[in-house]
Every structure is written in structure tokens, then in C-alpha cells.
């Protein structure tokens, strides 16, 4: 199973949202390098589900239970579909993933303009426990 960190404006489509309707159609990506990352998400793989704008934090998980298919007429875009699994115990912030030496290299520290980037193991183990506490 791979983990990944997508990223949505929480006026636009939240958690709560997610929750609320049961799952969703992750689209709209129009960024080439997240769509790649979109591509290679398989059924199973978690993802974190993060609120960008004003609140930059870490709120939930969620699972992709289809892979990706074409996204409108136009260009090589691709969706996937998420449902979600529990929220966070605690949001883990931007702050907070900024300030953990063993989040250094997570992707979306490196490119925060990607709204789809793959989590290394032990970087979600990390987030984990910064959620737990």
C-alpha cells in the first residue's frame, strides 16, 4: 500500500464534506506532476487529506477505491476515487510538519504547489504520531 498527502481548499471541498458524502471523485488536477501521482495510485493506498488556505493542516485520512481514469475531454488529466476512513485524532499543521526533522523531505514540503504527492513510509508513520498527540 502506498500513502499519499491530497490537498484541497477546505471552501471549495472538505473533510467534512467528504465525510458527508461517503466518497468522492478526486478531479480537477491540472498540474502534470500531480497527475503522475495521480496515475500510480492503486485501490487500497491511504491518503492524507490536507486543508490548504487558511487552516494548512493534516485532517484526515481517506482510500482510493478506483484508479485513475480520464478527467474531461480536454489534455491527458486523470481522477480518482477517495473515501474516507477516520479523521485525524489531532489536525497535524503545516507548522508543526515544517518544524518535524523527519518530515525534511516529504514532497510536499519541497513542491507545496501539488495538490497530489506521494508519503513515504515512514514520513506517514511520523504524521501519525504528530496526530496522536
Same mark, same amino acid.
Given at each position: 500500500? !502506498?500513502?499519499?498527502? &491530497?490537498?484541497?481548499?477546505? +471552501? $471549495?471541498? $472538505?473533510?467534512? @464534506? %467528504?465525510?458527508?458524502?461517503?466518497?468522492?471523485?478526486?478531479?480537477? *488536477?491540472?498540474?502534470? #506532476? /500531480? #497527475? %503522475?501521482? &495521480?496515475?500510480?495510485?492503486?485501490?487500497?493506498?491511504?491518503?492524507?487529506?490536507?486543508?490548504?488556505?487558511?487552516?494548512? /493542516?493534516?485532517?484526515?485520512?481517506?482510500?482510493?477505491?478506483? !484508479?485513475?481514469?480520464? @478527467?474531461? @475531454?480536454?489534455?491527458?488529466? *486523470?481522477? *480518482? !476515487? =477517495?473515501?474516507?476512513?477516520?479523521?485525524?485524532?489531532?489536525?497535524?499543521? %503545516?507548522?508543526?510538519?515544517? /518544524? +518535524?526533522? !523527519? %518530515?525534511?523531505? &516529504?514532497?510536499?514540503?519541497?513542491?507545496?504547489?501539488? $495538490?497530489?504527492?506521494?508519503?513515504? @513510509?515512514? +514520513?506517514?508513520?511520523? =504524521?501519525? /504520531?504528530?496526530? #496522536?498527540?
Amino acid at each position: 500500500m !502506498a500513502h499519499w498527502l &491530497l490537498k484541497s481548499e477546505p +471552501e $471549495s471541498y $472538505s473533510w467534512d @464534506d %467528504l465525510v458527508r458524502d461517503g466518497g468522492t471523485e478526486w478531479d480537477g *488536477v491540472r498540474n502534470n #506532476a /500531480a #497527475a %503522475l501521482h &495521480l496515475r500510480a495510485m492503486q485501490p487500497g493506498d491511504r491518503a492524507l487529506i490536507y486543508h490548504s488556505g487558511g487552516e494548512k /493542516a493534516a485532517v484526515g485520512v481517506a482510500e482510493i477505491t478506483r !484508479a485513475a481514469r480520464k @478527467d474531461g @475531454d480536454e489534455g491527458n488529466w *486523470v481522477s *480518482v !476515487a =477517495i473515501r474516507p476512513i477516520a479523521p485525524l485524532p489531532h489536525p497535524v499543521t %503545516l507548522a508543526a510538519m515544517k /518544524a +518535524e526533522p !523527519a %518530515l525534511a523531505g &516529504l514532497q510536499m514540503l519541497r513542491q507545496s504547489r501539488l $495538490s497530489a504527492s506521494p508519503v513515504g @513510509d515512514a +514520513e506517514w508513520k511520523t =504524521i501519525e /504520531a504528530m496526530a #496522536a498527540r
